[in-house]
Structures are given as C-alpha cells and as structure tokens.
T-cell receptor, first 113, second 111 residues
Framework: EAQVTQNPRYLITVTGKKLTVTCSQN?????MSWYRQDPGLGLRQIYY???????DKGDVPEGYKVSRKEKRNFPLILESPSPNQTSLYFC????????????FGPGTRLTVT | KNEVEQSPQNLTAQEGEFITINCSYS?????LHWLQQHPGGGIVSLFM???GKKKHGRLIATINIQEKHSSLHITASHPRDSAVYIC?????????????FGEGTQLTVNP
C-alpha cells in the first residue's frame, strides 16, 4: 500500500530536549516536505526536498533542521524545542514525474512544555 | 496579505445543495492543489490543476490562469463531505514540492 508514515504520532516533551520526527514514504517519490498546522494560521511549509541531499527552506524554517540522506526518509529535527513549536506536523511526498498528487502522512501532534 | 486566499472561511449547507469554494492567488503559479482535511485530521489530495477543469465523482475543480482564480464545486452535497477544504499553490520558478496554502474553508453539510 502506498503510504507516508510518521513517528511518533503524539509526543509531549520539555523545552530544550532534542527530538526527531521521522517520515518515510514507499512510493519512490522525489519530493518530500514538512508542514506545521496551527489554529488560525493554517498549514505552513517548514522545509522541502527535491531529492536526496537537496533541501530548501519553506516559510517557517526557524528552529528546525532536516536531512535527506535516503530517498525514502526525511526526518525533522528540533535541536532545542520551545513551546512555540507546539503544533500538528505533517510530512508529505509527491512524484516529480507523474500527476503531482500530494500524499500526506497521518500527522504528529507535538506538545512542548 | 497572503499569496493564496480562500473564501468563504466557513460554509454551512443542506444536504443536496451545490457548493462552491473559491481560491485566489496573487503570484504566478505552475500548479494549484485542492486538499481535503477530514475531522480526524488526515489530509488527502483531491486535485492538482495547471489549467482547465478536472472532475472526480461529485467534485469538480476549475482554474482560470488569467484571472488567478480557482474554484472547487461539490454537486449533490452530502454530510460526509463535511471537512476543511484547502487550496495550495506552487509558485512559478519553484520545485513541485514548494506549496503556499490558503487558510482553508470549513464546510458543514447538514442532513
């Protein structure tokens, strides 16, 4: 089954404790992205990747890091989380060569206290 | 001002009504996406458009490149269509993974 998986689905952590949210897709997609969704602000892109080792900043990259060492994985790293990073996070992937349909992961709800 | 704007923000309809959600954008784009977010939070892609019109079941999406405007229509609406509908654009000159989003339209269809 074609899918994007994210782990963990729920995470409560404390300010300053480094964390990684993993994202993996099994569709051999070139494009992958991370988004955050906040009430009243909608979805905003954090980082995106066009292929292995090719990443770029989205609209709200501050406080986040990403890496794309393998085509299927695109982890999101919060080196020193702060309460303003409490949010719902989505990973997504799409193909460069086909319809461009976006495939979203199920979301990760992060709370930073 | 957001580069992508949707209207209305909230929409309530009776079952069977024809529904239109609008999306306007202020920059040149290479693609326009319509997404649906279910009450449980999951997001699915409905359409990707670069020109013209697409139809899938009771859903129709249109885009007018000159007017920088897209619409999502739902015919014979049903309570299961209740969801948040989001448009997103890929600006010209960026890769297909770059998206800028509208605020979303909360649709409620009453039986």
């Amino acid at each position: 089954e074609a899918q994007v998986t994210q782990n963990p689905r729920y995470l409560i952590t404390v300010t300053g404790k480094k964390l990684t949210v993993t994202c993996s897709q099994n569709m051999n997609h070139e494009y992958m992205s991370w988004y955050r969704q906040d009430p009243g602000l909608g979805l905003r892109q954090i980082y995106y990747s066009m292929n292995v080792e090719v990443t770029d900043k989205g609209d709200v990259p501050e406080g986040y890091k990403v890496s794309r060492k393998e085509k299927r994985n695109f982890p999101l790293i919060l080196e020193s989380p702060s309460p303003n990073q409490t949010s719902l996070y989505f990973c997504a992937s799409s193909s460069r060569t086909t319809t461009g349909e976006q495939y979203f992961g199920p979301g990760t709800r992060l709370t930073v206290t | 001002k957001n580069e992508v704007e949707q209207s209305p923000q909230n929409l309530t309809a009776q079952e069977g009504e024809f529904i239109t959600i609008n999306c306007s954008y202020s920059v040149g784009i290479s693609a326009l996406h319509w997404l649906q977010q279910h009450p449980g939070g999951g997001i699915v892609s409905l359409f990707m458009l670069s020109s013209g019109k697409k139809k899938h079941g009771r859903l129709i999406a249109t885009i007018n490149i000159q007017e920088k405007h897209s619409s999502l229509h739902i015919t014979a609406s049903h309570p299961r269509d209740s969801a948040v509908y989001i448009c997103a654009a890929t600006p010209l000159g960026t890769s297909g993974s770059r998206l800028t989003f509208g605020e979303g339209t909360q649709l409620t269809v009453n039986p």
